[in-house]
């Protein structure tokens, strides 16, 4: 049977995110668009049930919404779901507020955090247990990603590694010890081509914590980021053969 994919999402219905979001990971696994089944949060509680409707879960963006501000609609439920994955060990990659829905759920500490803002393709390096892992591994211990986040990960819960780190951030990565669970704080689901796009869309939310010479230079940084973009590849193949 073809792999199908479920993608949690929190945004807005009018935000056109919302369906490029899908098209994005859908590119970079691989997969037809109708394989990734979109799932929005905003829509109503999720439980264990909904693992079932794919093979595997996606985590992906949240528009307007944040980890740290517990304004997310039915968050209790989010967390109890990926608190299941946990046990269940069930197939999941998350990225940026999936990373970061990760480690509060877990037991980690999500602060917001402006003044260490992260926007455009940066340069991130493997820590020691980046460089061990069987997907991150595979990764240049530097390597080029696209991030985009206010919200970062003061506290990783515990017994789960950091994988990766920024000069601004030292948490960008995690996998569940043993299991087939990855979380990265950047987006590999992105090109630099659509990150751009993305801060563009949501650019009155960066703005009100950048200067003129700051957006600027953030507009200046976009750049391709190809070995962060085959993870999701990798992911497949490492957990489906």
Not at 34 to 43: G, I, Y
Not at 224 to 229: I, L, R
């Amino acid at each position: 049977m073809p792999l199908r994919f479920v993608l949690l999402q929190a945004r807005d219905h009018d935000d056109p995110m919302l369906e490029r979001e899908r098209r994005s990971f859908a590119e970079h696994l691989d997969l037809p668009g109708e394989r990734v089944v979109p799932l929005n949060l905003l829509d109503g509680p999720v439980g264990p049930e909904d693992l079932g409707r794919g093979d595997a879960l996606l985590i992906g963006g949240s528009g307007d919404y944040y980890v740290s501000k517990d304004h997310l609609p039915h968050a209790e439920a989010v967390y109890d779901l990926l608190r299941e994955v946990a046990v269940l060990g069930h197939p999941t990659f998350a990225s940026c507020f999936g990373f970061q829905l990760m480690v509060r759920a877990l037991g980690g500490e999500i602060v917001h955090d402006p003044a260490t803002t992260e926007v455009g393709t940066l340069d991130l390096a493997l820590t020691a247990e980046g460089r061990d892992d069987p997907l991150l591994g595979q990764l240049p211990e530097r390597f080029a990603a696209q991030l985009g986040r206010k919200d970062r990960a003061v506290r990783m819960p515990d017994g789960v590694p950091n994988l990766a780190a920024s000069d601004l951030n030292p948490h960008q990565a995690l996998r569940l010890p043993g299991q087939p669970v990855w979380a990265t704080q950047f987006h590999p689901e992105l090109t630099g081509d659509e990150n751009r796009a993305r801060f563009e869309r949501y650019l009155a939310g960066y703005s009100a914590h950048m200067s003129d010479e700051e957006r600027d230079a953030a507009l200046s940084r976009f750049r391709p980021s190809p070995e962060a973009n085959s993870l999701l590849r990798r992911f497949v193949r490492l957990v489906f053969g």
